[in-house]
Structures are given as C-alpha cells and as structure tokens.
C-alpha cells in the first residue's frame, strides 16, 4: 500500500504541503497543468528552492494579481470546484477538506457552515492551496496518509478578517481536536487552519510500528526564520505492508414481503453484475408477524445509482436504507500455479506475511466440467497443492 507520512515538526499548512510533494519528484509542469483546469485567473504560481538550516527545500507561493472577492461562501467555493474539469477524486477531496474547515468556522461563530463567511480560507490562493493538495495526491497515487504529532505556536496573535486571533487560531484547535498536539511556546502560526483541515480530513496519527519501504522524500518550506529549528514540512512516500486493507462502502438494504420468491436470485444476480461488492438475502420477520426477506448490498459509492436502479425496477420495494460502513480485508492478489490440471488462478491472501492459497471457484468448476470430476474432489487436489 502507497501512504505518505507528514513528519510535520514545524507545522503544516497548505502550500508546505504542496511545495513538499513537489520535492519528493511531482513534476512542476503536470501540477500547474492540473491547476489551470480551476479555471481561475488573476493569480500567478511561484515555485523556488530555498535553504532552511542547511536543508534544500522547495517553496511554493501564490501571487495573486488582482482583487479578490472580499468573502466567498462555502458554496461559491463548491461552485469553482464543480464547474472545473478537475478528476472527480480531486473535487470530492477538495470539498471535503472544506467541508471540515466550514463546520469548525461554524462553531466557532455559532452559525452554519452554509452561512460561514470564508474570508483568508475563501481567498483564492487558499483555494490553490486545498485543490493543490488533493492534486498531489492522486498524482503520487497515496492510498493513506499518516502524520506525526502537529506542534502549535502560542503566545502570540495573527490577523484575520474577524480582527486579531489568538495563535493557535480557534479553527485550528477545533480542526485537530481528535490529534496529539504539541503545544509550544514559539511565537509562530506554525500550524494553519488550511494545515489542519488537510491532516483533520485525509490522515491518521501514527503508524505502529509499520515497516516503510521509503521511495521518495520531500521538504516544503513556511514562511518563518525559526531560531534552532528549519521551518519545513517533511513527507516520506513510500509502501507499507499493511495486515489489513481498509475501505469506505456503502451498505443498502430493504425489507420485502410481496415478492415471488422465484425472483430474488435474479435479483441477486443483476446486483452482483451491476458492482455490488456482495449481494445477499436473510429471513426476517415483518410487522402483523410476515415473513419477509432482508435484500442487501454493499456497494462502493461510484456504483451506487447502478444499485438503486437495479433495486428499485426489479424487486417491489418502494424505499431503501443506506449506511455508510469500513470494510477489513486481507490484502490479495492473483496467481497462475502449476497442476495436474494445467495453470490454474489461485487467490493469494497475505497474513503476517505468509500467504495462504484459496483455489477460484470458478475455476474449480471449470475443471470439474472439463474432466468430468466431481467438484469436491476438484477442491481437495488444489487445496492439497495450495496446502504444500
């Protein structure tokens, strides 16, 4: 699995983000490519190497050019993103990122986050920043992100739209209320609100002890001169051999009782063709004591409409329900292996880091028509091969 660590000992903000990925090896060309796809005018990008205690860096900086709109609203902010012809990774990310910052400006401000005002945050090399870092990702191809402790500045006050805040800014504490924070006594803004709504909406604290196949290293530069330390952003790229895999799904489900019951395996069927990830039916009991059925899915969200349709014009049912649910699975792969029967495709699963061999069904089945075998003496050949 691709994770991206930030070692953030001075702190995160948004451009340190991408001016670390940056030097890790993003190609500045592609990046600005991918920016211009905002279809924002009025700003210009710098990017430079600069020295930061005797460690090359990359900054990178936006200039904007023109005045900007004094505030925007979260859903002129969502607008710029929906109406550019981002990847639909890039927008969802972006968005996200935002989403978290409204909600902790809202609570802030006891308001909603549709009526927060974005001023700094609404600012379009604030948007650069966030749209920035969801490009970063997808072109690196991460898969997770891990963070270190985020150390904040205190003692000192920043200026905002709202008048002097104190350092940390309110958004920030708010944002990184579920992180280990290290609460300094330096003068600085060492972590911004941007900074952590990107590690409150994409990271995960530590990495247990996980061994890392380090493929790429970069530093990103703050603004700062911080005495007895460099002002940087760290991020390590690389692979980890992860016990688990880990993923977002949707689960919809729906009770039926007025059904021939002839139809719920084509049902299943057309559910499994459509992308579901599993489809399956469970005996319930229904109000004034009917029996019923249970029709599940677990779906990713990109296939979600294909799954609604298939519900809602092949069973009766006239609603559904919709969780959202992780998923634990053992990291797997394919493989061709030698038999008696020729190559067969396996299923690898890896478990502290041994494999164990599961024989594909169809295959077996295969081999079982072909060879005129009974299907349970198909399974015990390869099982025994997979068991050697």
């Given at each position: 699995?691709?994770?991206?660590?930030?070692?953030?000992?001075?702190?995160?903000?948004?451009?340190?983000?991408?001016?670390?990925?940056?030097?890790?090896?993003?190609?500045?060309?592609?990046?600005?490519?991918?920016?211009?796809?905002?279809?924002?005018?009025g700003?210009?990008?710098?990017?430079?190497k600069?020295?930061?205690?005797?460690?090359?860096?990359?900054?990178?900086?936006?200039?904007?050019?023109?005045?900007?709109?004094?505030?925007?609203?979260?859903?002129?902010?969502?607008?710029?993103?929906?109406?550019?012809?981002?990847?639909?990774?890039?927008?969802?990310?972006?968005?996200?990122?935002?989403?978290?910052?409204?909600?902790?400006?809202?609570?802030?401000?006891n308001?909603?986050?549709?009526?927060?005002?974005?001023?700094?945050?609404?600012?379009?090399?604030?948007?650069i920043?966030i749209?920035?870092?969801?490009?970063?990702?997808?072109?690196?191809?991460?898969?997770?992100?891990?963070?270190?402790?985020?150390?904040?500045?205190?003692?000192?006050?920043?200026?905002?739209?709202?008048?002097?805040?104190?350092?940390?800014?309110?958004?920030?504490?708010?944002?990184?209320?579920?992180?280990?924070?290290?609460?300094?006594?330096?003068?600085?803004?060492?972590?911004?609100?941007?900074?952590?709504?990107?590690?409150?909406?994409?990271?995960?604290?530590?990495?247990?002890?996980?061994?890392?196949?380090?493929?790429?290293?970069?530093?990103?530069?703050?603004?700062?001169?911080?005495?007895?330390?460099?002002?940087?952003?760290?991020?390590?790229?690389?692979?980890?051999?992860?016990?688990?895999?880990?993923?977002?799904?949707?689960?919809?489900?729906?009770?039926?009782?007025?059904?021939?019951?002839?139809?719920?395996?084509?049902?299943?069927?057309?559910?499994?063709?459509s992308?579901?990830?599993?489809?399956?039916?469970?005996?319930?009991?229904?109000?004034?004591?009917?029996?019923?059925?249970?029709?599940?899915?677990?779906?990713?969200?990109?296939?979600?409409?294909?799954?609604?349709?298939?519900?809602?014009?092949?069973?009766?049912?006239?609603?559904?329900?919709?969780?959202?649910?992780?998923?634990?699975?053992?990291?797997?792969?394919?493989?061709?292996i030698?038999t008696?029967?020729?190559?067969v495709?396996?299923?690898?699963?890896?478990?502290?880091?041994?494999?164990?061999?599961?024989?594909?069904?169809?295959?077996?089945?295969?081999?079982?028509?072909?060879?005129?075998?009974?299907?349970?003496?198909?399974?015990?050949?390869?099982?025994?091969?997979?068991?050697?």
């Amino acid at each position: 699995m691709k994770i991206a660590y930030f070692d953030a000992f001075s702190g995160i903000s948004g451009d340190m983000t991408i001016a670390a990925f940056l030097n890790a090896g993003l190609d500045e060309k592609e990046f600005i490519s991918e920016l211009s796809k905002l279809k924002l005018s009025g700003f210009e990008i710098e990017i430079k190497k600069v020295t930061k205690n005797g460690i090359t860096a990359t900054k990178f900086n936006v200039i904007v050019k023109e005045k900007q709109k004094e505030h925007r609203h979260l859903l002129d902010i969502f607008e710029i993103i929906d109406s550019s012809d981002l990847s639909e990774f890039v927008k969802r990310t972006s968005k996200e990122i935002f989403t978290n910052l409204a909600k902790a400006e809202a609570k802030i401000h006891n308001t909603s986050i549709e009526e927060v005002h974005f001023h700094e945050v609404g600012a379009i090399d604030s948007i650069i920043d966030i749209v920035g870092c969801a490009i970063c990702i997808e072109k690196f191809e991460i898969e997770k992100i891990f963070t270190s402790k985020i150390p904040l500045g205190s003692g000192s006050f920043t200026q905002t739209q709202h008048g002097k805040m104190p350092i940390p800014s309110p958004a920030t504490i708010e944002l990184l209320k579920n992180f280990p924070v290290i609460l300094t006594n330096l003068p600085y803004e060492l972590t911004t609100p941007t900074g952590a709504s990107i590690i409150a909406t994409l990271a995960e604290y530590g990495l247990e002890k996980e061994t890392i196949k380090i493929k790429s290293i970069g530093y990103g530069a703050g603004n700062f001169d911080i005495p007895n330390q460099p002002d940087l952003l760290r991020i390590i790229i690389g692979e980890i051999q992860q016990r688990f895999n880990e993923e977002k799904l949707l689960l919809v489900e729906t009770n039926i009782d007025d059904m021939n019951p002839e139809i719920y395996p084509y049902v299943i069927e057309k559910l499994l063709h459509s992308g579901a990830n599993d489809a399956y039916l469970v005996p319930v009991i229904m109000k004034k004591g009917r029996p019923g059925i249970l029709l599940s899915a677990l779906v990713n969200e990109t296939k979600l409409d294909d799954i609604l349709k298939v519900i809602f014009t092949q069973t009766t049912t006239l609603g559904v329900r919709i969780f959202e649910i992780r998923r634990k699975k053992l990291p797997r792969e394919q493989k061709e292996i030698d038999t008696p029967f020729g190559k067969v495709k396996f299923k690898i699963a890896i478990i502290e880091n041994s494999e164990r061999l599961v024989p594909e069904f169809e295959e077996c089945k295969r081999i079982a028509e072909e060879k005129n075998i009974p299907l349970i003496q198909v399974y015990k050949i390869l099982e025994a091969i997979a068991n050697k």
